[in-house]
């Protein structure tokens, strides 16, 4: 693309006649949207074609400055004066287009790993499917461990229960809190029985033989 963009600016100034003379001339106005770029608050997303602009003045800038270093006449101020100018519109462009790219824009990031999967010419696909696979192992991980301090809060709270009766009460609040079942249910469920009056006033005639 920045190849079609040069090639498209150098036919432009080959067309113009003007642009053959060894006198050098000022750079034509820029547009209003690069002096207004700088001052503006930064927004979520940036606009394409924004950037796509942004390119295309940084490639004319590059063949402003290529032509006045081509007609460079070490004699002349003028000479001197214009390049340095290019020069620096040249600089305020890469500027303008770094801080369009700057990380408060939220331009879409790639993971380094996928460039250097491309790099190695190997399939980015293999870099997805390496990367569902890390994330399901790390699920199971995940909640395995939820799976295991969730027993041994139902536990816990059990035999907390157990040996003081008189804190059953915010025992049963904590557990029923943290998405946990309370000592009697907790009991059946390990023992596979199904919750029912029975298994409740059995599970408290333990619990007070035991207190």
């Not at 927004?43 to 063949?63: A, C, G, M, S, T």
């Not at 290019?86 to 303008?96: A, F, P, V």
């Not at 009056?197 to 007070?208: E, F, I, L, R, T």
């Amino acid at each position: 693309m920045l190849a079609a963009f040069s090639l498209a600016a150098l036919r432009q100034r080959q067309s113009n006649p003007a642009a053959s003379l060894n006198t050098p001339k000022p750079s034509p106005p820029r547009l209003n949207h690069r002096e207004v770029l700088p001052v503006m608050a930064p927004v979520d997303h940036v606009d394409h074609n924004e950037l796509e602009q942004q390119l295309k003045d940084i490639i004319q800038d590059l063949y402003q400055v290529m032509v006045q270093v081509s007609t460079y006449d070490s004699m002349g101020r003028s000479s001197r004066d214009v390049l340095t100018n290019e020069i620096k519109t040249l600089s305020r462009s890469l500027q303008i287009l770094h801080t369009s790219a700057s990380p408060p824009n939220n331009l879409p990031s790639i993971p380094p790993e996928l460039l250097e999967y491309v790099e190695n010419g190997r399939n980015p696909d293999i870099y997805t499917r390496e990367f569902v696979e890390l994330v399901r192992r790390g699920n199971q991980l995940m909640r395995g461990k939820l799976n295991a301090f969730g027993s041994f809060r139902d536990v816990l709270a059990e035999q907390m229960a157990a040996a003081m009766p008189e804190l059953r009460e915010d025992i049963a609040h904590v557990v029923e809190a943290t998405g946990g079942a309370t000592s009697g249910r907790a009991a059946e469920q390990r023992n596979g029985g199904a919750p029912g009056p029975a298994g409740a006033d059995a599970g408290s005639a333990a619990g007070m033989s035991s207190g």
